[in-house]
């Protein structure tokens, strides 16, 4: 399929809208300080940032290479983040609903959050190359299926106008498609060659915004629940355990995949988790705060068909 390239020029609009709104809230009191991205050291690359003054808001930018979820930085002791006072936070809309999950999880409350929304035209797939053009072939497969590109219902969204995206194929769909069309002995040694190749490095934890266990129980010894050496049954056991603690609280945000050094497509399966889910209870990772998710809820007319 031929490459095309995905237009990005608004970024430049964003950024600057993004420092200016940061002035504001850090100047008048509204925040004690702000996550966002700023520049790392290699050409075209960024990384996350905490400022606590207005005289650091100019390091704040926007681009194609500002690919992390940051809502994981208000789930975890980090220490540059302060404990107190309202928080602002650049977001996407994939990262947004993270944020929303956390909410009905009461790990976060709305009003302690500012909440500075990105006009999104989508994210590198990889930064292993951050300078490289975003074109349909170098975009994030979760951009490609994203419907949400203005995040709702935050306190601030730059007023720009965004460019009409060329037609990107939904790499997710199609891989789905032709799993489902497996016998599911082939899909079982599909998924085991891929849990194979884990070295149990956890990355995909880490990164996790829903990971938020002070200890994993996947770390416990005492009784130990999953080995943890890098070993076919036991990288089978962690990847099952995890794929079903996320079912119904993932949002997609795929960082597990981009950060996994192996590359296993563990978003692909996440997204196959949030198709089961959707069928079965019409339930999906969204805008909308609940208080309680389809696997810890009940009602009357639940299907019990996988009871025998």
Excluded at 121 to 145: D, F, N, R
Excluded at 183 to 210: D, G, H, L
Aim: glycine share 6%; charged share 25%; proline share 6%.
């Amino acid at each position: 399929m031929q490459s095309d390239t995905v237009d990005t020029s608004c970024h430049a609009a964003i950024a600057e809208a993004v420092r200016t709104e940061a002035r504001r809230i850090l100047s008048d009191g509204t925040v004690t300080a702000v996550i966002g991205y700023a520049a790392s050291r290699r050409k075209g690359s960024t990384q996350p940032i905490v400022i606590t003054s207005v005289d650091d808001a100019d390091k704040l930018i926007f681009s194609a290479a500002c690919v992390n979820n940051l809502a994981v930085y208000l789930t975890k002791a980090k220490k540059d983040v302060p404990r107190s006072g309202r928080i602002g936070v650049v977001v996407k809309s994939c990262d947004l609903k993270a944020l929303v999950g956390l909410m009905g999880e009461a790990q976060l409350k709305r009003e302690d959050l500012y909440l500075i929304g990105i006009p999104c035209t989508g994210v590198l797939g990889s930064v292993l190359q951050p300078a490289a053009l975003l074109t349909t072939a170098s975009i994030a497969s979760k951009c490609c299926e994203c419907t949400d590109r203005l995040p709702p219902g935050c306190d601030f969204v730059p007023s720009v106008q965004l460019p009409q995206q060329p037609r990107l194929e939904q790499r997710y769909t199609d891989e789905i498609a032709r799993l489902e069309a497996m016998s599911p002995a082939e899909r079982w040694e599909y998924w085991k060659e891929q849990f194979s190749k884990c070295i149990k490095c956890y990355a995909c934890r880490q990164v996790c915004p829903f990971c938020f266990c002070e200890q994993c129980l996947c770390d416990r010894n005492r009784p130990q629940m999953v080995e943890q050496t890098p070993r076919p049954a036991g990288n089978t056991a962690w990847h099952l355990v995890r794929a079903m603690h996320l079912a119904g609280r993932c949002a997609g945000c795929a960082e597990c995949e981009r950060v996994c050094p192996m590359d296993i497509p563990l978003n692909l399966l996440n997204r196959k988790m949030a198709r089961e889910l959707k069928e079965l209870f019409n339930s999906e990772a969204g805008f909308e705060v609940r208080d309680k998710g389809p696997l810890n809820s009940y009602q009357d007319d639940d299907d019990q068909s996988f009871i025998r």
